[in-house]
């Protein structure tokens, strides 16, 4: 039963970074393209992110009580909701709305409670020498398909667009409107959410805290926390500054980056964001090996540094293929951090804290990115000058996290490294 509960995890996080790679190519050209402001598109999108915060806040402080299926089935169903409603109406207020509450991936990566319940029932399942590794592979199999996702985006709308093409052709009317294809890449993201929740559901008990391991309800608990709630607030604290830096620079904001930049259609930033998620996949899958060799915080650290100077790099090279090739540098190194980091995360907290460790700091890092998009939306749509200069102010801010992730936890080791 644990390898086929492992299996439909794996299978279920495909299926949704898929949905988050689709998304992160069209989401902001399909708001600018439905009239949408950069100052408008940076609130929805900021919104997007602190609703998705305050969700998964308590879905996952309260998962190992409640149940760790039953919060992801409810995540399944506002990530449907919150797609319908972004493609059914154009008009600011409902959108704002379906942001706050729904479940909206703007960066290509994860939002909702999903990431942090997995985490806990992927390490419920495997003994603690195996659980980097899984880990590693379950970032491979996320990053593939986000790859695939944003691949598969630019041909929906190469398709849609030459589809209504050929009618208007036909038929002798305007050239078709824009926002059409990307709608169509929108419903595409609502319908995943139908198959996660089919996937869910084949789930078996053996996901949840086991009876022997539930703590004793007469210790006081925050958050779903007990022994370990200074150590993950630590984590928390600095995981939301190195959110903040990245949400200068999610996929959507590349990707509009180098539509204005360069001028590279949907297709051909399908592909560049294809490439840059298959590299930072095959990365993941060092991130085991040397963290045995190293040590998870210094593989955490000592990968991400170079990986932030080639973002910053990335808007002042002068060609789109120098460009591109710093881009796809840094994405293939830059993701080593993420399964050491949630290892280090499990590794370090109690087996009836891990929900709400992983939600706790996942809530951290949606509070870092939520406020991002405000100030990063209006230079990167609204002003070609400044565009460039999110890459910059994110690689800085993150350099700033991994040299204070180092100070305050090399001393801190998870028991497989004592």
């Known amino acids: 039963m644990p390898r086929r509960d492992v299996a439909l995890l794996f299978a279920a996080r495909s299926v949704r970074m898929f949905g988050y790679g689709l998304l992160s190519v069209v989401l902001v050209l399909y708001l ?21 915060a305050a969700i998964t806040l308590w879905l996952t402080t309260h998962a190992d009580r409640i149940g760790r299926r039953r919060v992801l089935l409810a995540g399944a169903v506002l990530l449907l909701a919150a797609g319908l409603v972004f493609a059914a109406t154009p008009v600011f207020a409902v959108l704002l709305v379906a942001a706050t509450i729904g479940v909206i991936s703007p960066s290509g990566n994860e939002v909702g409670p999903f990431l942090a319940v997995e985490q806990a029932s992927l390490a419920q399942l495997v003994p603690a020498e195996h659980r980097t590794r899984l880990f590693a592979r379950y970032q491979l199999t996320g990053s593939l398909a986000t790859a695939a996702g944003a691949l598969t985006a630019g041909a929906v709308v190469q398709l849609v667009t030459a589809a209504a093409e050929g009618a208007d052709t036909a038929s002798l009317a305007q050239a078709p409107d824009p926002a059409t294809a990307y709608r169509a890449v929108i419903v595409a993201y609502a319908l995943v959410g139908v198959v996660l929740a089919g996937l869910i559901a084949l789930v078996s008990p053996a996901v949840e805290v086991p009876e022997t391991q539930v703590r004793d309800e007469t210790i006081r608990t925050r958050l779903g926390l007990h022994r370990s709630q200074r150590v993950v607030a630590g984590l928390a604290v600095l995981f939301a500054l190195d959110a903040f ?81 710093l881009l796809l540098a840094r994405f293939a190194i830059s993701q080593m951090d993420v399964p050491t980091r949630q290892s280090y995360t499990m590794a370090i907290v109690e087996p009836d804290e891990r929900s709400a460790a992983a939600g706790v700091t996942a809530i951290g890092r949606s509070i870092g990115v939520s406020a991002s998009p405000l100030l990063a939306a209006p230079l990167i749509v609204g002003s070609a000058a400044l565009a460039g200069l999110p890459f910059v102010i994110s690689g800085v801010l993150k350099i700033v996290y991994d040299v204070a992730l180092w100070h305050r936890f090399r001393a801190v080791r998870p028991p497989e490294e004592s």
């Open 245 to 325: 830096g990245g949400g200068f620079v999610m996929q959507s904001f590349i990707a509009y980056w180098f539509h204005q930049r360069f001028g590279l259609d949907p297709v051909t930033l399908g592909w560049l964001l294809f490439g840059a998620n298959i590299l930072a996949a095959i990365s993941a899958l060092a991130a085991a090996p040397l963290a045995k060799r190293i040590g998870l915080v210094n593989t955490m650290v000592f990968t991400h540094l170079p990986s932030n100077v080639l973002l910053i790099l990335v808007p002042l090279a002068p060609t789109l293929p120098l460009a591109a090739g």
């Open 32 to 52: 600018a393209s439905i009239g949408l402001a950069g100052g408008e598109i940076g609130l929805l999108l900021a919104l997007t992110l602190v609703g998705d």
